[in-house]
C-alpha cells in the first residue's frame, strides 16, 4: 500500500522496547510512517501507544518472534502485503542469551535472533527497501565467528562471547549487503551501552542496569535516527558507525572474505539462495 501522502515507512524490529522503541518514536515525530515489530504482543500494543501519544498517529503493528524463522517469513509476508516500498528497514531487535539454548530451527538463540532472522527478513524485502540500519554493538570483539560452525557457541557456552559473535555477524552483514546489493545502502552501527530489558531475566543485569552510568535508549539511538535520514552520499556504504561517527570495527568484523562466508552460510541456514 502506497502512503499518497509521500512520507517515508520505516520498519523497526525489535520495538517494543529500549533503541527500538526510541527510535520508532523519534521517527514518527518527524513524520515518518512507522511499522513496529517485537515479539511481545503487550508490550507491542503498549509501544504503539507510546508512538501515538508522541506522533499523533497509531503505528501498524506487526508480531514476530525471531527465535522461529517461520515466524520471519510470516513476517515478511505480512509487510510486502502492507507496504509497496520500505524506505528504511531498521534491523534492531536482538537479545542477550544467558544459557545455552537452540531454537526450533536447529541454531543457537543468539546468532538465530540477532542475525539470521534479520538476515532472512532483509532478503526476503531487499527488492522493496531503499535502506539498511543493522544495530550492532562494540561487543563484537568478544565474537569469535566461524560460518562453518554457527552452532559454535553452544559448546562451553558464555553469553557474551555468543552475543559478541552475533553481533560480529551484524556489522559483516552489513558490509557485505552494501556489497551485493548496491541499490540499497547498509550501515551497521554501536549505539552505546544501553539501559534496556537486556538480560532482564538476571537478578545481576538487571540490578546492573539500575546502578551503572548506562546510556537512556533515547541516547542510544540516535546513531539509528541520524543513520535513517543522512542523505546516502554523506555516509560510507557498508560502514560501522558509533556516536554518528564512521568507525573501524575489530579486524574480523572487517574481513570481506569472511563476511563473504557469512552470507553463504546464512543463506544455507535459513533455506534461501545466497
Known amino acids: 500500500m502506497e502512503d499518497v501522502t509521500g512520507r517515508r515507512t520505516v520498519v523497526v524490529t525489535g520495538a517494543s522496547s529500549g533503541i527500538g522503541l526510541a527510535a520508532a518514536v523519534a521517527l514518527a515525530r518527524r513524520g515518518d510512517r512507522v511499522a513496529l515489530v517485537g515479539r511481545d504482543p503487550a508490550r507491542l500494543q503498549a509501544a504503539g501507544d507510546r508512538v501515538r501519544e508522541a506522533s499523533g498517529e497509531r503505528p501498524e503493528l506487526f508480531r ?6 517461520d515466524d520471519v517469513r510470516g513476517l515478511a509476508e505480512r509487510l510486502r502485503a502492507a507496504y509497496d516500498r520500505i524506505d528504511v528497514l531498521a534491523n534492531n531487535a536482538g537479545a542477550i542469551v544467558l544459557q545455552p ?15 539470521l532472522a534479520p538476515f532472512l527478513l532483509s532478503n526476503l524485502l531487499v527488492d ?11 561487543a563484537h570483539r568478544s565474537g569469535t565467528l566461524d560460518p562453518d560452525d554457527l552452532n559454535a557457541a553452544l559448546r562451553r557456552y558464555r553469553p557474551m562471547r555468543a552475543y559478541g559473535t552475533s553481533k560480529q555477524a551484524n556489522i559483516l552483514f552489513a558490509a557485505e549487503a552494501a556489497r551485493r546489493w548496491p541499490d540499497v545502502p547498509a550501515y551497521s552501527f554501536h549505539p552505546g551501552v544501553v539501559r534496556t530489558r ?5 537478578r545481576l543485569v538487571a540490578l546492573g542496569m539500575r546502578v551503572m552510568p548506562f546510556r537512556s535508549p533515547e541516547k542510544g539511538a540516535e546513531t539509528l535516527v541520524w543513520l535513517a535520514n543522512q542523505p546516502a552520499s554523506r555516509l560510507v556504504d557498508g560502514g560501522y558507525y ?8 575489530w579486524p ?15 543463506a544455507a541456514a535459513v533455506g534461501i539462495t545466497a
Request: net charge positive.
Open 64 to 69: 514476530a518472534d525471531f527465535a522461529v524463522l
Open 101 to 115: 539454548l537452540t531454537t526450533v530451527d536447529g541454531f543457537e538463540l543468539s546468532i538465530q535472533a540477532n542475525h
Open 128 to 138: 522493496r527497501v531503499g535502506r539498511l540500519v543493522v544495530t550492532a554493538s562494540g
Open 198 to 202: 537486556f538480560g532482564a531475566d538476571s
Open 242 to 249: 558509533a556516536d554518528r561517527r564512521l568507525r573501524r570495527p
Open 252 to 266: 574480523r568484523a572487517a574481513d570481506p572474505a569472511l563476511a563473504a562466508r557469512l552470507w553463504a552460510a546464512s
